[in-house]
């Protein structure tokens, strides 16, 4: 396995953990300041991925595409808490997962109703396609790239949002007490329905970045959403930064994993049943690192007990 | 799209309504279990399509259809079976889009007395020992298209591909198929987690290999995401596979990567017999899209039904069955018959990936295999 295939796949991994990250980040928050599991977060990020194909099948500009999907996941997320959410925050969780998986099945119907059963189309636009050269001889597609710069940027974005302003301040208030924070005057509903949007746009961006390189499918969230619970629980409840290390480390235990182990088993099996057994292996590697993880530090990397 | 469906849905439930009986023969009831939901969903709505619009052109009224949504998950698809035979009390089952949903479904179906028609997966299990006189497949074993893909890459000339399919039954199928009637080395051999939708490693590996070419088995939303990605990697590689990855239902969502793709199937629209030119017109104009694969293969099976009604009772089963065994109905693919452990004995093309107009969509290049009978056959004691 030469040295260039490797870092190529450490590539590959961290844009796959970046893609995570951005999934994630917006489930921790809202778990952790509302503690509100939810279920259909997989949902807005198809509905991310359905606005970006349409608008860029209308106006064929993908920055066009991208906002849209912004916008699109953000007032569909805005909309299902000031609806439905909201009523749930008092509830245990048990009767959250319910609702919210109510939602899943309602807004795959919907999106089925809307756009139909098959796939739609949605590029990688001109100026991201092909390749680029990178110092070594690596050639390493644009695109995948550029998604890695966006999941950074956004990580950084967010950071700072929560620990230097304003807003980012009455968040992590609202994570610690919420009646407190709410008899000083900050109105938790709208902080809640703020917070709520954000995360559900950075699903969207998600499902819209992601889109153009997968197939744009009813269902497509659902994958992704059980990622991304895997990353918040090895990262840690509600902590942005959990979120950023747990999906990088499940994306390169994936990536890494789906490569190595069937050619670490072909050193001593024939390809075939190699490649068999080790790409069954490889699917249960992340499951096996989350519980690892669990072992030693219960309440994920960066949890607080 | 969806109104049209409904429309024709009501329409075979409102023909279905009429208690008279053309022939005397008691109803047939037939029970259609197909994934409508989730991923794959395109594959068993355009089963789903087929069977009702072959259903709705025969104006027989003795044929009465439930069909439901296994969701592709197998315990779903075991309960739909239950509650269809127990309470539905169907006569014949089929619908199934994956082969380890059949696995999980068909042996207990047939072992209760049920008729079940495979209109897609054919796992080698239920083709050999595991055959029954009860299970019939109307589309093909599973290794056919490949080994057509296979035989067509010796013929063409590649000495060294890579090869890659879902981990799963059908994907199992498919690099053993391809490798039974290719004669060139493997530059590599890879599964894939099912529905996994980002190949970022294993396009890698293929970069990283010497191979000439590429085989690969991805149906549905899997093979779109590859194709998308691997077209967007900069390897120029020649790719072959079977129809499933350049299907009508999901070229729209390739675009210009599939282009030039050269891929195996039994049926194609522009195969020329007059059955296949009026299904091709009658479906594109009832639902307002051009018909797939899966869609010829969920109309021979509603056809091959019919055409048993009009032989024998379907509660005289060995008549039936005989009726069904003679498969005596205008294939949409042409030429169509039976082997010994009931799996189709039929040609196989090689079709290439053109653009008509703004459509994507395939034609026939060439005839891969001729009268071609799986392996198995031997193994079935039928």
Known sequence: ?305 | MGLKTLGAATAVALAMAGAAVADGHAKVKVGVITTLTGGGAGLGVDIRDGFLLAVKQSGNDGIEVVVEDDQRKPDVAVQLADKMIQSEKVDILTGIVWSNLALAVVPSATAQGKFYLSPNAGPFQLAGKGCHENYFNVAWQNDNLHEAAGAHATSVGYKNSFILAPNYPAGKDALKGYKRMYSGDLAGELYTKLGQTDYAAEIAQIRASDADSVFFFLPGGMGISFLKQYADSGIDLPVVGPAFSFDQGILQAVGDAALGVQNTSQWNKDIDNPANKAFVETFQAEYGRLPSLYASQGFDTANLIISAMGKADVKDQDAFRAALKEADFASVRGKFKFGNNNHPIQDIYVREVIKEGDVYTNKIISTGLTDHQDVYAAECKL
Do not use: C
Request: net charge neutral.
């Open chain 1, 1 to 305: 396995m030469s040295s260039i295939l490797i870092i190529e796949q450490i590539l590959n991994g961290l844009q796959f953990g970046v893609m995570l990250f951005l999934m994630a980040a917006g489930l921790t928050l809202i778990f952790g300041v509302m503690g509100l599991i939810n279920l259909a977060h997989g949902s807005l990020y198809m509905v991310g991925a359905f606005a970006a194909a349409a608008v860029a099948g209308w106006t064929g500009s993908f920055l066009l595409a991208l906002a849209a999907s912004l916008a699109a996941a953000a007032l569909f997320g805005a909309l299902i808490e000031l609806t439905v959410i909201r009523r749930l925050y008092a509830r245990d969780h048990l009767d959250q997962v319910l609702a919210t998986f109510a939602l899943i099945l309602i807004f795959s119907e919907a999106t089925r109703w809307v756009f139909g059963s098959f796939p739609l189309f949605l590029n990688i636009p001109e100026a991201l396609s092909g390749t680029l050269t990178l110092p070594g001889g690596i050639e390493y597609s644009r695109y995948r790239l550029t998604i890695i710069l966006i999941g950074l940027a956004v990580a950084v974005g967010l950071f700072l949002l929560i620990s230097k302003t304003r807003v980012g301040m009455r968040i992590r208030a609202g994570e610690n007490d919420r009646e407190m924070i709410g008899a000083l005057g900050v109105d938790i509903s709208v902080l809640y329905t703020l917070v709520f949007a954000l995360g559900a746009a950075l699903a969207g961006l998600s499902g819209a970045l992601v889109g153009a390189i997968q197939s744009v499918e009813v269902g497509m969230g659902e994958p992704v959403l059980i990622l991304a619970f895997v990353v918040i629980v090895i990262g840690g409840i509600g902590s942005i930064k959990g979120a950023l290390a747990g999906a990088i480390l499940v994306g390169l235990t994936d990536t890494l994993g789906r490569t190595m182990l069937p050619w670490a088993f072909a050193v001593f099996m024939d390809p075939a049943a190699a490649s068999s057994v080790g790409s069954a292996l490889a699917s249960m590697l992340i499951y096996i690192l989350m519980a690892g993880v669990l072992l030693f530090k219960p309440t994920g990397l960066f949890g607080s007990a």
